[in-house]
């Protein structure tokens, strides 16, 4: 299971590489410079995700607990 803190990636749009995801928005931010830097391209995205465990235990029954009743 990764790190589930948010984590960052830059993005070039115009011919679609991207950076490592990294844990600060500014190492993606850099990566974009670089890359502007080296190629000339201009438009970048960054993007935020965050890797989550999903697990059942967790998750209390929906029909036992203020789901509308069928009637
Ligand atoms: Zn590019």
């Known amino acids: 299971m990764p790190d ?4 960052y ?5 115009t011919c679609g ?3 490592a995801d990294t844990a600060d928005a500014d190492d993606g931010q850099t990566w974009c410079l670089r890359h502007a830097g080296a190629t ?8 935020a ?6 697990n059942m235990a967790n ?3 929906p029909t036992a607990n203020g789901a509308p009743s069928a009637t």
């Open 49 to 54: 995700f965050q890797y989550f465990n999903a």
């Open 59 to 61: 998750v209390t029954n």
């Open 17 to 19: 590489e991207r950076s």
């Open 4 to 7: 589930t803190a948010v984590r």
């Open 9 to 13: 990636f830059g993005r070039c749009l």
């Open 40 to 47: 000339h391209h201009s438009a970048y995205e960054l993007s």
